[in-house]
């Protein structure tokens, strides 16, 4: 058998680039007389903009302060030790760059093995261990924790979660064992299953507390200090923890069933990670603690070397990297000041975008349209949404009144845009009439300020040729709803010029959005990839396959929501426009379905009703459907969606439309919503042989988001 200490060396020579943590041990006297204690301070030498993770190398270093401390609570010179982290940082938990590099499915049970075998000391020391949650805690980090005796947890702390199952793993090193048997298994299911699946949900400090993950709370500022003096009460037996009692009949049961079922409605089955860790909150009922933790090492090996977490990993850090280092953009130099915006319409989204840019930029921005009540109405939104804000206590008094005062209306463009910067359209969705409100705005715009369009389909190119000023026109493309979905395809049309285009990724930077370069072709990335996939489902309808079968044919891709609900949330007049300019573009892929058509034209929001409170199409809906008789399966209606989309990545990659597939995935991600663990859909497409069979080739290079050959 191999100790420890020999698992943890064989993991650390695989993985040469760790960020290697520190585990510094200091000793002091406790207040109350209580004795010297042990703190144990986990900290990589970086500030917080570089959080601590635990890879090999940081596991050995925090078992080797654990030999020292283990030998001086047996030999009565501690009566305590107590882990923390460096200002604002706990620990996150492991480092996931190591985990791309193993495969060997013994290595990757190495991580879990070597991860139990150091934390779980920290149950057995000779004397009662304390954690003290002082800054952000995930994964590994929050396990840490969970294998002490005590905790208390800063109210100043912003984010705590167990993000595994988001990822494609399980909480391997005791979450899943521990957490159920401090909280409950209903309580840890929401932790592990519920927050994880919901973007990865993060919990304050006081929610921490509340749950009972921690046993007390105290404020930042001194938060250390008050830790310390509560553990001398607590060793002094002055403070008794009391926990519950955890039910471990019915409820558990019912808790797991509850986990499952919130598995089913977010992934559908398509993902293995939130039932692995179900699977282990389930038999962790009986207690036994030894037997969770090998189980957790197992789930976690096997996930490992799956697909899934891969694709989790490229997923993550396709936003977490590339989503901030936009490939294509111009140096940031050349990229102007923006000190006032200018927002052409006043209609919804126009609304929500002078909120974003008024919220993110706090400069003066000001909305036009075409007469007063429509102006006062835009205005009147975005001051709706600031005492929203200050309601919530998001903003001050003082704030709030300034924000508001930064934002005007006018009728007049000469005077609203005069000294504008930047400009920004949000008009009906119509080449004439853009074309006519650019004619108006470079008219009365200094000759500095970029110009920019929302427009969803149409060329920018077109939209900027009847210009004197062409190269400072840029497509700057927001998704709905504008504050929540982070992705903004920025355009480059023929003529537009490197200073217009670093302006506008400049501003993207600041409205805190995922920017993505994008070439002025037709729909651009995610309207193009959706109506493709879109159009398929359409068209087995008309051709007769019953719509539920062409609803759940998709489910197994765990995407967000089911293809009519998302016609639903874009609107089926926006979906069947989009349809058409991309069937005049390339009318041997897009149709433009009649029954669509049909739909809109009767002014229907969707194709259901939701009276019972479920999705059931609406009869008047299912009268206007004429089908043709050609049934097909779920099996067949996923093949030929899936092939559509394949092909269609495929041409837009041939055509430049991104730099390379990562674009792809990256803007399907942050602008549609669809899950890490496919890793948006390309990784997907090459796992399921789907990309082979339609492009004769995969997307992706082997080991990129799979495992290495």
């Known amino acids: 058998m191999s100790t420890t200490a020999e698992l943890l060396k064989g993991a650390a020579e695989l993985f040469p680039g760790e960020v290697v943590t520190q585990a510094h041990v200091r000793h002091f006297d406790l207040p109350l007389g209580v004795g010297r204690f042990a703190l144990i301070t986990l900290d990589n030498g970086h500030d917080h903009t570089k959080p601590t993770t635990l890879g090999p190398q940081s596991l050995a270093n925090i078992d080797a302060a654990l030999d020292q401390v283990e030998k001086e609570a047996a030999d009565g010179d501690i009566v305590g030790v107590g882990v923390t982290g460096k200002p604002f940082i706990f620990a996150v938990g492991a480092d996931l760059k190591g985990v791309e590099l193993l495969k060997r499915h013994e290595d990757a049970l190495a991580i879990g093995k070597g991860g139990h075998d150091v934390l779980k000391r920290l149950a057995n020391l000779a004397v009662p261990s304390f954690a003290y949650y002082n800054g952000a805690a995930m994964g590994g980090g929050v396990e840490i924790g969970l294998h002490c005796t ?19 793993l399980v ?17 840890a299911v929401s932790v592990i299953i519920e927050n994880s699946l919901n973007q990865n949900k993060q919990l304050g400090g006081k929610q921490v507390f509340e749950l009972g993950i921690a046993d007390a709370i105290f404020e930042g500022a001194d938060f250390l200090e008050q830790s310390l003096i509560w553990t001398a009460s607590v060793l002094k037996g002055e403070i008794t923890v009391e926990r519950p009692l955890i039910d471990r009949g019915e409820a558990w049961d019912q808790a797991v069933a509850k986990g499952r079922f919130i598995a089913d409605g977010k992934v559908h089955g398509a993902a293995p990670a939130a039932y692995r860790a179900l699977d282990i909150v389930a038999a962790a009922k009986n207690g036994d603690l030894q037997q969770g933790f090998d189980a957790e090492d197992q789930a976690l090996a096997d996930l490992i070397m799956g697909g899934e977490l891969r694709s989790g990993i490229y997923a993550f850090n396709l936003v977490q990297k590339r989503g901030k280092r936009p490939a294509g953009a111009p140096d940031k130099s050349l990229a102007r000041p923006v000190t006032k915006v200018g927002v052409v319409g006043a209609g919804l989204m126009a609304s929500q975008l002078a909120l974003l840019f008024l919220r993110r930029l706090e400069v003066p921005v000001v909305l036009t349209d075409i007469d007063q009540e429509r102006v006062d109405k835009g205005v009147g939104y975005v001051h709706a949404e600031i005492d929203k804000l200050l309601g919530k206590g998001r903003v001050n008094q003082d704030k ?18 005069a000294d504008a910067d930047f400009i920004i359209e949000a008009v009906f969705e119509e080449m004439g009439v853009k074309q006519k409100v650019f004619a108006e705005v470079e008219a009365v715009a200094p000759a500095h300020a970029v110009l920019a369009t929302n427009t969803s389909s149409l060329s920018v190119s077109e939209m900027a040729s009847k210009l004197k000023h062409p190269e400072r026109v840029v497509g ?38 995922t920017a993505v370069l994008v070439k002025d072709a037709p729909a651009f990335v995610v309207n193009r990839i959706l109506t493709r996939f879109m159009g398929e489902i359409q068209n087995v309808i008309d051709e007769g396959t019953p719509v539920p079968v062409a609803e759940k044919s998709v489910e197994p891709l765990g995407l967000p929501m089911s293809p009519l609900v998302l016609l639903e949330l874009v609107g089926p007049a926006i979906g069947l426009h989009v349809s058409e300019t991309l069937n005049r573009a390339f009318p041997e892929r897009f149709t433009v379905s009649p029954n669509l058509k049909a739909v809109v034209e009767a002014g229907k929001r969707g194709f259901y009703v939701y009276d019972s409170g479920k999705p059931e199409l609406d009869p008047e809906v299912a009268a206007l459907l004429k089908q043709g008789d050609t049934v097909l399966t779920e099996e067949q209606v996923r093949a030929r969606v899936l092939d559509a989309v394949a092909q269609e990545i495929g041409l837009m990659l041939d055509e430049g439309v991104v730099a390379e597939a990562q674009d792809i995935d990256l803007c399907l991600i942050t602008g549609a919503g669809w899950p890490f663990h496919l890793g948006g859909i390309t990784p997907y497409l090459d796992r399921e042989g789907v990309s082979e069979r339609v492009n004769g080739k995969p997307f992706l290079e082997a080991g990129v988001a799979s495992v290495p050959a």
């Open 150 to 168: 005590y905790r208390t947890v800063s109210a100043a702390l912003p984010a705590f979660s167990l993000p595994e199952v988001f990822l494609g």
């Open 171 to 187: 909480p391997g090193w005791g979450g899943c064992t521990l957490l159920p048997n401090l909280i409950g298994a209903d309580k």
């Open 400 to 417: 709030a009144n300034r924000l508001k005062a930064l934002v005007t209306g006018v009728l007049d463009k000469a005077e609203g845009f």
């Open 476 to 513: 700057f493309h927001f998704f709905n709803p504008v504050a929540i979905l982070p992705l903004l395809e920025i355009v480059r049309g023929e003529q537009t010029d490197d200073a217009a285009l670093a302006t506008a990724f400049g501003v993207a930077k600041k409205l805190k959005k």
